[in-house]
């Protein structure tokens, strides 16, 4: 079984260099040197060294890598670093206050909605853009704004407590 | 690399914790040896009875605490840190606790089962019994008082206007001493930290995007690996052109080794892409032969396979037989379907040791097996248990571990990082066995069970390192391959294919026979309960079957059987928390119930659901859930609500939605859209009933709802739809066919 010719398949991987990709990260100011096909999370991950976003599905189906561009959630895995120039980047690290968790995280925490914890930055990240638009979200907005994020560990509940408590504490 | 770091820091810290533990007097030494033969040690402190290969009270205020039990995300670090904290009276925060380290920790064997409070924590709180006993001594002499008149409280020992501390006591002095056994443990009325809600150690961490997970770490001078698979499990390499692959974007090595295809690059991405590029262009022998997962379940029932009794108790009264009831269920192939995919990170050192930091279960078994696939003498891989996803069992952590291994051994001196794609671990890993159950049951004319037979058809379900490199995928495609052992059936009291293939209920008669099969048409190993999904789903349908055939309330004809009095406390207290006597029914709505007590020793959960069905569409939608469990003495209420409730969710998403989708060639279910799990929507409010026995056995929680949670909701859609689901799992499809033949 050989599907393809070395040639074409390598052929669609020759990289088109991008000088300097600038943008905001986390309020500061960032300039990388990184291949112009790099994602947006590899660029985060490999070049920032961005704990927050995770690789999970690379695929945009499970949400484990959301960051914020400017104020809306996307997913890094799928999304080309290239269209984060001139904009603003939030990750997980980026939502702390003065190096301490903010209100939402401080609520994951009080809530302990984590067991493994390996989607939570995805969870934080899409609550936190929910809360920014809706301050006051009911149990029914809050499940349908993270239905597009994976948990494995069966943990939902938990996490649906804590955006409901974060914003009760805000 | 934080790690790196932190483990550094950890090991300077204390200042040397090797030259910091405590000096014991004579007197006491010749009582320690004395006690030599006292009484048994409780659970892992059998094998490690050395008390500081457990605790270290370090000059500086700190208690190291070295587990060989790891994190897995079920809090596991937290719940012993609470028994080691109160045996020793110490605040919980002195506590730094270091986990699955192959060369720091106690060895304690693999992390599953639900072992880890049974076996793990009963050693730490005799351990930290011991240490206190001892320094009590030691605060006696040191004060000149007698031990009667001491009072404790965080590692201050006073009497009358004196007082001295477990740090001044430690310092400077070294002991290796093994625990007697003999040490009394804190009355449980004085407990002040087992039962209460510490809040977890790693949590924070992981909301706040502090780098804790393998996954996260991008250590200094990096690179990156990945491996290209073949088509197929049983495929072989033909030939491969490299260099193209070798000119990719930042591809700094390529490793062909038989059939073995690796990539070392400058970015994952690119690692990624280059062994995307090489399965594509790779000339692979690719054998067809799987059954196809709509062929499984004959499969199963036509295999070969050894036969095994298990259990046998013939039928001693003479009640005549009124009727011969059966059934046959069948459990599709489950994934473990963590999150994150696998990742190790490995270094080869100057001395040719191997350091890998990696999310296995198993840091010893898996260390041992890597260094005989790469030909290294014991102890050259230094293994180091590092945050990962939630695994449920054996995922591929343990392949991602060998395979950095693999290409750190062809790099020596750079670390070298690999995490698999999504298709690369939803296609690999080994999944939970699909399995069949065929149950019949002979009754009286009231419909009792007088004679109980139980077919359990099933492929193996442990296929661990253990030592083996034919157990690391990537070790069977070398030159020479590896060959894979073949799995055995696991026997009492743990069991494997049969884990509660025997009823927690007392039977006139009862006969459990497996059928034990071989041969794997798909790769399998530990699945969050192994054997115990299937076999506790098919019998707690099929008394339930029972029960309604008999026109008995399912509660009570359970109750009829069950007699432990611990069970039926659980089965009756779920009951009521879901007010299963004054239940309204509602067209289109059902309600099941169903009870298990895992391995038929350890915890007991018992779990009633509420379920809608959409007659047009046959869509099965869990509306409440309520679970009562009875773990034995509970250490961290929060952390067994969230584990009972965190299995109950998992297995409605087994019974709703999963089915590892195969043809006669290769595994289809490749992402999240082909293999779909439960999401936000979908997942119904659960309440926790927990019902603690002070003083009782910690019995672990880890697995214990999956089953019965998985048959309260077959239990629930019969109510609804008057017809059963014997077929897993109850997709729309499947349950519009059931309406439709009703």
Redesign the interface.
Known sequence: ???????Q??ES???EVIPMLNFRLNGQDVSVDA?GN??LL?VL??DL????P??????S??G?CSVLIDSDPVRACQTQAQAAVGRSVT??????EDGE?NAL?RA??AE?A????????GM?IVAQALLDRNPTPTEQD???A?????????????I?RAVLRAAQEA | MNLMIDRRTFLKGTGGFLAVSFLLPSAVFAQQAAANAGPELPGDLRNHPQLSSWLRINADGTVNLFIGKVE????ALTAVGQVAAEELVIDFNRLVILAGDTELCPDEGTTAGSQTMPNCAPAVQQAAAEIRAILRKLAAEKLGVGEDTLTLADGTITSGGQSVTYWDLVADLQLEVDATGTAPLLPIAEHKVIGQ?I??V???A????????V????PEGVL?GAIARP?TYK?TLNDV?L???E????VRQVIRNGSFLGVIAE????AW??A??LE?????N?PTGLPGHDGMEEWLLTAEAEEKEWKNTVRADGTAVAETYEAQYYRPYHMH?????SAAIAQKGEDGKITVWTHSQSVWATAAAIEKMLGLAEGMVHAIHT????C?GHNMADDAAADACLLANAMPGTPIKL?Y??AGEHKWEPYGSAMVNKLSATLDAEGNILDWEHHIYSTPHGSRPGGNPGNLLSARYLDPPFEQPTPNDGGPPNFSATRNGLTNYELPGERVVTHFIREMPLRVSSTRGLGAYANVVAIEQFIDELAVKAGADPVEYRLRFLKDERMRDVLTRCAEAFGWDNYERQPNRGRGIAIARYKNYAAMTAVAVEVQVTRRNGLVRVLRAVTANDGGHIVSP?GMA??V??????AF?WALKEEVKFDNTQVLST???SYP?L???E?P??ENVLIDRPGEPYLGNGESSQGPAGAAVANAIADAIGTRMRHGPYTPDRVLDAIRNA
């Open positions: 079984m050989s599907n393809s010719g070395p040639e398949v390598t991987w020759k990289e291949p790099a994602t590899s991950s490999n060294k961005q704990a927050g995770k690789f999970g599905c690379g695929l189906q499970c484990a990750t997980l690290e980026g939502l702390r968790p995280q994951m925490i302990q984590a067991q493994c914890g390996y989607c939570a930055n934080i809050v499940r349908s993270l239905n597009g994020n994976l948990c494995r560990c069966g943990t939902h509940n938990r649906v | 897995l995300g079920q809090g809600n809040p977890r790693d949590i924070p992981k909301m706040t995007g502090e780098a804790i997970f996954q996260e770490m991008n990156y088509p495929a052109d260099a193209p692959i000119a990719m974007p930042g970015r994952q991405d690119q892409a280059a995307d590029a594509r262009t790779a000339n692979w690719v379907g963590s999150i994150g995919t945050e990962g996803s939630g449920y995490q794609t999504r929060d969230n584990q409730e965190g299995g109950a969710i998992q998403s992402d999240w859209a799990i999401t936000f929507g997942v409010p659960v």
